[in-house]
């Protein structure tokens, strides 16, 4: 069965704790969002983060995400993702959505860096034969050798994020969810990490990319969906809605 997306009128509230609604009502009113902001039947101050939203992909379509910070991009990811459920509305999601979102989600830092790739597949929905017949291409692939029997404590900043995506990136997905470049280590790794991302890409039926950069969107994506505020602004063929974001910028 092929991948297919369909959203409809999701809307996502996240709450905010430990902040008074008087005080951060009146920095969103300054922030021209006093509508995005409420209080729960509990008292607990809520934050609409994605209003409305409705949008249906097949297999072969590549979404580009466009809009401001706070806009609302990585929150539908983490909604597609299946880490948030929508407080409102419906979300259908046909195949296996792999997030390649926060790569370091489910590292434990006591266990070694082969444990760590077992204990990360399984979170990324990678059965044991998979993740067994896999384990020697990832630790081909960071490069990391003695140092993958080694707790991950022991490990610098770059050689975390260096296993953490050779695991998320080795998983098949039939959805991927990418949120902005993942920077992993110096730049011939870099290359080497962008040429993996290239074939995990052309690998899956539907890919939601969320990133500033307009130029990526228009070479790798056929659709666009333009965000502000949580609410769709515009969606469908990319240059038409990067032409009217940038058309909004300018004005």
């Known amino acids: 069965m ?7 009128q999701v809307c996502l509230d996240l709450p905010i704790f430990d902040v008074s609604a008087q005080s951060l009502k009146k920095r969103m009113m300054r922030l021209g969002r006093r509508n995005r902001i409420a209080e729960d039947n509990t008292g607990v101050v809520v934050v609409r983060s994605l209003d409305s939203i409705s949008l249906e992909l097949q297999a072969g379509d590549r ?20 880490i948030y459920a929508p407080t409102a509305g419906t979300v259908e999601v046909r195949g296996r959505a792999v997030p390649l979102l926060d790569i370091n989600l489910g590292m434990d830092d006591q266990s070694t860096g082969r444990q760590n790739i077992r204990l990360r597949g399984l979170l990324l929905g990678m059965g044991n034969a998979e993740i067994r017949a896999k384990t020697q291409d990832i630790a081909d692939f960071t490069e990391l050798g003695d140092y993958l029997d080694l707790p991950l404590r022991t490990y ?3 050689m975390r994020l260096r296993l953490a995506f050779a695991i998320a990136s080795a998983v098949d997905a039939d959805i991927l969810l ?3 470049v993942i920077g992993v280590g110096d730049a011939s790794f870099q290359d080497k990490a962008a040429r993996r991302l290239e074939q995990l890409h052309a690998r899956a039926e539907i890919v939601v990319l969320a990133i500033h950069d307009p130029k990526v969107i228009r070479q790798s994506c056929n659709k666009a969906l333009w965000l502000d505020r949580g609410q769709v602004r515009a969606f469908g063929d990319v240059d038409t809605v990067l032409d009217a974001y940038s058309r909004h910028n300018t004005a």
């Not at 979404?63 to 299946?82: D, E």
């Open 2 to 8: 092929s991948a297919s997306i369909c959203l409809h």
């Open 178 to 180: 990418l949120d902005e």
């Open 156 to 158: 610098s900043s770059g």
């Open 63 to 82: 979404l580009g995400l466009i809009g401001h910070n706070g806009a609302g991009k990585s929150s539908l990811l983490r909604v597609l993702a299946g």
